[in-house]
């Protein structure tokens, strides 16, 4: 039988920067390769190259660490079929295991017990097209779904996708404005102006290294 392989861009140990595990020490696994081309997108290194990992030899790596908390990102995870059994893997093993996908692909065969980080691209990313609206169905509690925000369109265009879909009744909402093109505190008095049931969130990875890899 083939060995089921990776492409990996690189495993880090580093501090988690959004969601709801924000400053946790975590172990980041980011595949390689993505389909989609977000005009603010910080990980275009990951589009290509990258190393082929066995499973067994990512969850050693990640062994090497200590941490409760694994993170699996890209790029696009979901666009390598071997993130399904890698993320399962990850969980026999008894991590806390995030996923965190760009949300044009399908999420629904994803371990139950992941947490999936959907996000929802805005129009100011260039790729809203991509949407898998399907996945709204899939989402669980446990799940949340992130906006990023470039300037007042796409925040209209969050705030109104949040009353379509009823997402903040599915799972957690998080809204992270784009770095350098959306003043936070302007992010921030939106929020607070429209009592909107939302995580405000900035990335803590940056303020701390900026765009610097593998932090």
Not at 159 to 181: M, N
Request: charged share 25%; with cysteine; proline share 5%.
């Amino acid at each position: 039988m083939t060995e089921t392989l990776v492409r990996i861009t690189e495993i880090f140990f580093s501090l988690q920067g959004e969601t709801r595990t924000v400053g946790l020490p975590t172990v980041f696994v980011r595949l390689t390769g993505c389909p989609l081309r977000c005009c603010y997108c910080d990980t275009a290194y990951a589009f290509s190259g990258g190393e082929r990992m066995s499973i067994a030899e990512i969850v050693e790596r990640v062994a090497r660490y200590g941490a409760r908390h694994v993170t699996v990102t890209g790029g696009e995870p979901l666009a390598q079929k071997a993130c399904l059994p890698l993320l399962t893997a990850l969980c026999d093993e008894g991590y806390q295991v995030s996923l965190e996908t760009g949300g044009a692909h399908d999420i629904s065969a994803v371990d139950p017990r992941v947490v999936r980080v959907v996000d929802m691209k805005t129009p100011g990313s260039g790729e809203v097209s991509r949407n898998l609206y399907a996945n709204v169905d899939a989402l669980r509690q446990g799940d949340q779904v992130k906006f990023v925000i470039t300037d007042r369109p796409d925040y209209d265009w969050a705030v109104a996708r949040l009353d379509e879909h009823r997402l903040a009744e599915r799972c957690e909402i998080l809204f992270s404005p784009v770095a350098g093109a959306l003043d936070p505190v302007e992010l921030a008095e939106w929020i607070l102006m429209d009592r909107l049931p939302v995580r405000f969130q900035l990335q803590l990875h940056k303020l701390l290294w900026g765009d610097t890899p593998g932090r």
